[in-house]
């Protein structure tokens, strides 16, 4: 490996075009080595100069040190394999899998990987987790979430991968709910799913009421919400014994204020600037922990960095949704 790593990009759409690629580009230790996609995107390879190839023949694709795989889900499994492989780490957009079984089965390949669930290092996020950790205001009653906001329909053209659910696996849950369960899983390991009820629009999700616990010594419930089509505010209040919490996990920095019964707010919590204040830091930070995982040879948690658990909350959101 040379002193940059070599990164190949395999899919050319907008979160390539508006993130990875200027993000990558301005990294100190990273050269961009290609780009491939259905359709040869040569004149974005040039503006990069960089190669450029079509996907169609995954063989003749040169090897890198590092692939960003950012295809639709839906259509993602044959790369994995491939590069898998080769024993080249893979970097994916989220979700990781369409589904828990073919999350095991790019798992079962037993290479390095990770996803892009930014959100986890969102300072809102590691405040969260602290908050929690440090058991500073008591036994924690319940949790609740809620996030979305109207966009009428799905607000997009029948012609992008996330109108067809073969290519996205989902909606409004797939879609952006997963960086939310992300963020619980990693600091509710035991969070499991009561109920769902989901209404659709076509064959896609656009809202969901779900039910989760959080398993221990005193279950915990977490009530959630996400909608596309009813008024939200994004929002998530923890409720303690003596007080409740609020705060905008949806949003790299919320402030947290603290309340009382009579709906009066005690203080705002000092959210200190540790981790990413920014979308653009999280992206750049989700980036820079898996190449210096590889970089220090560092045993990688294959199941932690892709969120294995996060899929499953999703598999079983849509189980019980589709019974209901």
Known sequence: MSNKFEIGIIGAGSITTTLHLPLLSSMENIKIKYIADINEPKDLAKVYKINSYNVNNLKKLPDCDIILIATPVGVRS???????????????????????????????????????YMKRWYNSSKSFSEIIKNNAFGNLQKIMIKEGGI??????????????????????????????????????????????????????????????????????????????????????????????????????????????????????IKNESKYATTSQQAYYLVWKDFIDKISNNEKIDTEKLTSIKTTELISKIYELGDNN
């Open 151 to 268: 966009v009428g329909k799905t607000n997009r053209s029948s012609d992008t991968y996330q109108s067809n659910k073969k290519l996205s696996g989902g909606g409004v849950i797939m879609e952006s709910a997963c960086h939310t369960l992300s963020v619980l899983s990693d600091i509710f390991p035991e969070i499991d799913v009561l109920d769902s009820k989901i209404i659709w629009e076509k064959e896609l999700d656009v809202q969901a009421k779900v039910n989760f616990i959080i398993k221990g010594d005193k279950n915990i419930p977490i009530e959630y919400m996400t909608s596309l089509i009813e008024p939200i505010e994004s929002g998530c209040t923890l409720y303690y014994e003596n007080c409740y919490i609020t705060f905008d996990h949806s949003i790299p920095n919320s402030n947290f204020a603290i309340n009382n019964y009579d709906n009066e707010k005690i203080l705002n």
């Open 78 to 116: 044959e790369y994995i394999k491939e590069f898998s492989s080769r024993n080249i780490p893979i970097f994916t957009e989220k979700p990781f899998a369409i589904n828990l079984d073919e999350h095991k089965k790019s798992l079962s390949y037993s290479n390095p990987m990770t996803a892009n």
